[in-house]
């Protein structure tokens, strides 16, 4: 099955840094997420990415859909200490028939620790 | 708020006991998963549901069974699970249609199972 690879595993960083995470797989996807989830919580959508090439943004988190179509980054500028939490990258496919939908292969995530 | 209510927000049961986890979404949308989130594992998709009806099982036990009644309810039935069954469930939704734009998952605040 797909894998993807997310790192790095954790981050211990100080207020006001910038952070920066990705992921790889060893295959195609057709849109790449980007979750984020508190402890005790389900994973919140931060960003979705639709194109190769894409760059989007969302306030201070930029990704981007590698024009490959097996990664993805994210960054994350000026952090500050809400930004801690699980950052999860998501693969999406399609199927033949060419609908997509929700199907998600999930990377291992990225603990953020952010010292104030 | 996403809009996926998922309940009870935890719950502890017996190996022998038969417990029901409920998810309900107001967000319209005609697909409704299961994923499981087990300590230090990724995100693993469990069930799909497309307009009611199921289109993947992802190798499950059977002590796992998984009841759609309309679009906008999912149920997770379990009875005689094990201790190593215990995790976070959780419940997702979305549209599914042509093309990757819009499809993106949702995911509830999760259910915190534990199996003694």
């Known amino acids: 099955g797909q894998q993807l690879n997310q790192s790095p595993q954790s981050m211990f960083i100080q207020e006001g840094e910038d952070v920066s995470m990705n992921c790889t797989s060893s295959s195609i996807f057709n849109t790449w997420l980007w979750y984020k989830q508190d402890p005790g919580e389900g994973p919140v959508l931060l960003i979705a990415l639709y194109k190769a090439g894409e760059l989007t943004s969302n306030g201070r988190l930029t990704a981007q859909f590698g024009i490959t179509r097996k990664d993805s980054f994210l960054n994350i500028s000026a952090s500050i200490p809400s930004d801690v939490g699980i950052y999860f990258c998501a693969g999406q496919l399609g199927n033949a028939g060419g609908t997509s939908y929700g199907k998600l292969t999930f990377g291992q995530g990225t603990i953020l620790t952010v010292h104030p | 708020e996403t809009g996926v209510t998922q309940t009870p927000r935890h719950l502890v049961m017996g190996m022998t006991n038969k417990k029901s986890l409920k998810c309900e979404q107001h967000?319209?949308?005609?697909?409704m998963y299961w994923y499981k989130q087990s300590a230090k594992k990724p995100l693993e998709l469990m069930f799909v549901y497309n307009f009611k009806e199921q289109t993947e099982n992802n190798s499950v036990p059977s002590r796992f069974s998984p009841e759609c009644p309309n679009s906008s309810h999912l149920f997770l039935h379990l009875h005689t699970l094990q201790p190593e069954d215990s995790a976070l469930y959780l419940c997702?939704?979305?549209?599914?249609?042509?093309?990757?734009?819009?499809?993106?998952?949702?995911f509830g605040q999760g259910t915190r199972l534990t199996v003694v």
């Open positions: 967000l319209g949308h005609n697909a």
């Open positions: 997702a939704s979305s549209l599914r249609g042509q093309g990757s734009w819009g499809t993106e998952a949702f």
